[in-house]
């Protein structure tokens, strides 16, 4: 039982250390799925008397009217060796170690300083006045195993003894201490309590009117979740049909499977009436049997008459009262934390399973968000230069199997080269310019003074150019239909680079140079593609018009006159022959073109397209450096507060595969 119970308290301290605490967290939670102890009462029904009864130490704030006014979330750690301390969690570098008054060297543990804390930090969040606050308090009491206490409590009597108190009354204390087999017990069992503030019915002076409610509503986000084992405090000396705790408790546990009815202030029921039948469940029956407490009252606590005293009276009233005599042994705070305990173990083996399904599903969702958000920064220059350096061959990766294949977008280039470059030549309007009237203007203007001979050869070649020209749209066009598509690979690249998501300046300077390379690259494609055009009108060829047949052979005299040649059959089939030469060098450009362009463009942007950033890096400073790995602060206290979380469940996990292995 022990293995268990340390277990859930291992994982509940572990999740409170990393601030797991469950509500309104936007983080996994495993505090949730913990079994936890809520002690739920109206105001003075004694619960925090009963509290302090289990835990055996006098530490909660008391008074009149509302006390509790905030949740205080206790965790009870039993722990090896000597030291006794308290810790909470808005003071983690702090252990109370100064339990009692100075003038007993620090043996008798009142926990004034613990109790004076709980009040202060209280007031920090509600002021000095009588309003509640749902934020709860975290309290870890550590205490060592049970020999250690009784230790201890041999020498409290001595030194109580040499401060001449009763001698009576140190030799009682030494037997049920040390001497007595049945003696009661004070180590701390490892459990995690939380006292909620006490209900009621009517708000008071410095209250607002929703106090009533908004207490209710406080007390319900506790116990209705599944997990909450609920410690409903009645009054013995008040109608149980008007108890708050078993009202509430009702509505969130119908079954009463998770309820545990404690009944106090049995030793202030009037004369002639006794608690018999709620005790043994004929009054309001639950699952768990009743239990009734007798608590410090309050002349005792003024007394500062402490637990074990208070625990021996209570098992002497319930020993000596004839009506409870055949309940004792099941009666007293005692018994009522061995049944906390014995109940919390078979909860616990009941959740192990879903605990460790849980665990692994949330483990892998954890470790799926911490590579979603990336790795940490390093602080150093080479770090800082690595990772920058390794996001961007991540981009540019991307970037390339973009353009292979591998991932989508590089086939809208072929599609550019083989549907939009070959349909631009179609629409090019060669007849325009090979209509009858130009031919016959341009040749005629060719010729000049002295007319041709055989063959129209300026005019050919001024036909030809002016047909040629109109090709360098369609290239220019393609080039920049290419370019395009690189630029917006790039932004799917960098979408697709969850690394650059980390660092907003880094990913808008990896696109500026991405950018300008590709500008760069784009620029000098079209100096070299339109070469390509350039040349097709410096350099005709030859063999295309050598091998088309002379006019005389087509029925030609040369007794006719020059002039004669001119006419409209003549023309046509000027305008003919220019055409089938346009037509074979579009062919070729068709294929030509594309190549020029795959080449300067998007061979280079495969091969350099960060070449001029990477080289600007190695200038740059560890300020500069920093600049670019600007990560949003709440990314980096996200990440952090997940690599803790991933920590907390893979421990959890060890610890319960361990207790697992133990069995």
């Known amino acids: 039982m022990e293995s268990l119970i340390s277990l859930v308290n291992k994982l509940q301290r572990a999740c409170t250390a990393l601030g797991d605490h469950g509500e309104g967290s936007t983080l996994p939670t495993l505090w949730d799925s913990l079994p936890v102890i809520a002690v739920v009462g109206g105001q003075s029904s004694g619960k925090s008397s009963v509290l302090e009864s289990v835990v055996g130490k006098d ?8 006390v509790t006014r905030r949740p205080l979330v206790l965790q009870l750690h039993r722990i090896d060796g000597q030291g006794e301390y308290a810790e909470f969690m808005h003071l983690k570098d702090k252990k109370f170690t100064d339990f009692g008054n100075s003038s007993t060297h620090l043996l008798i543990f009142c926990f004034a300083l613990v109790r004076q804390e709980i009040a202060d930090e209280t007031d920090r969040a509600t002021g000095r006045t009588k309003q509640i606050s749902s934020v709860p308090i975290y309290l870890s009491i550590y205490s060592p195993n049970g020999k250690n206490i009784l230790t201890i409590c ?7 003894l040499l401060y001449n108190i009763s001698t009576v009354y140190v030799e009682k204390m030494l037997k049920s201490c040390w001497f007595s087999p049945t003696s009661p017990e004070l180590h701390l069992v490892n459990l995690t309590l939380v006292d909620l503030p006490g209900l009621t019915k009517v708000a008071v002076e410095g209250q607002p009117d929703s106090i009533v409610q908004d207490i209710e509503n406080m007390v319900r986000s506790f116990i209705e979740k599944p997990n909450c084992i609920i410690l409903a405090i009645s009054p013995a000396n008040q109608d149980l049909a008007t108890s708050d705790a078993i009202k509430i408790s009702r509505e969130v546990d119908p079954k009463g499977e998770r309820t545990f009815g404690v009944l106090t202030k049995i030793d202030l029921m009037d004369k002639g009436t006794d608690a018999v039948d709620i005790l043994e469940g004929r009054s309001y029956r639950l699952p768990n049997p009743w239990i009734g407490v007798v608590n410090r009252s309050q002349q005792d606590i003024n007394k500062n008459v402490d637990m074990i005293s208070a625990r021996l009276r209570e098992r002497e009233y319930f020993a000596n009262t004839p009506q409870y005599k055949h309940l004792a042994q099941n009666m007293g705070s005692e018994h009522l934390a061995k049944m906390l305990s014995k109940h919390l173990e078979s909860v616990i083996k009941s959740r192990i399973p879903g605990l460790q399904s849980l665990i692994t599903k949330t ?8 590579h979603r958000l990336g790795k940490p920064i390093s602080a150093e220059a080479g770090g800082k230069l690595y ?35 070959p349909v631009a030549l179609k629409r090019l309007q060669f007849e325009k310019n090979l209509s009858m009237e130009n031919v016959k203007k341009l040749i005629t203007q060719a010729d000049g003074y002295q007319p041709h001979l055989i063959a129209p050869e300026q005019g050919y070649r001024r036909l030809i150019e002016s047909c040629l020209v109109s090709i360098r749209g369609p290239a220019e066009t393609a080039i920049d239909a290419v370019h395009g598509v690189l630029k917006e690979l790039v932004h799917k690249s960098i979408k697709e680079t969850h690394e650059l998501k980390q660092f907003p300046t880094l990913r808008v300077e990896v696109s500026k140079a991405a950018f300008k390379s590709l500008d760069r690259m784009r620029d000098e494609s079209k100096k070299n593609t339109l070469k390509l055009v350039d040349m097709e009108c410096d350099y005709l060829t030859v063999d295309f018009f050598r091998k088309l047949p002379q006019d005389i052979e087509k029925g030609g005299s040369a007794t006719h006159s020059i002039f004669d040649r001119y006419n409209d059959t003549y023309l046509k089939r000027i305008g003919t022959n220019v055409l089938a030469y346009v037509d ?9 073109i594309p190549k020029s362009i795959v080449y300067c463009q998007v061979r280079e942007a495969k091969r350099s397209l960060l070449d001029h950033f990477f080289t600007e890096l190695g200038s740059k400073g560890t300020k500069q450096l920093s600049k670019l790995l600007d990560e949003d602060p709440e990314v980096m206290e996200r990440r952090a507060n997940l690599a803790k979380r991933l920590e907390l469940y893979r421990s959890a996990q060890a610890e319960i595969e361990a207790v697992a292995w133990t069995k």
């Open 59 to 66: 530490f909660l704030p008391r008074g009149s009217g509302i």
């Open 154 to 160: 041999l020498l409290s009597c001595l030194l109580l």
């Open 363 to 370: 483990t892998a969702e954890l470790e799926t968000e911490l």
């Open 387 to 421: 990772t920058i350096m390794e996001i961007c061959r991540m981009f540019d990766g991307i970037y390339k199997e973009h353009l292979d294949g591998a991932r989508p977008g590089g086939e809208k280039i072929y599609h550019i080269f083989d549907n939009q470059f």
């Open 584 to 592: 074979m060098v579009c062919s070729t450009l068709r294929n030509s």
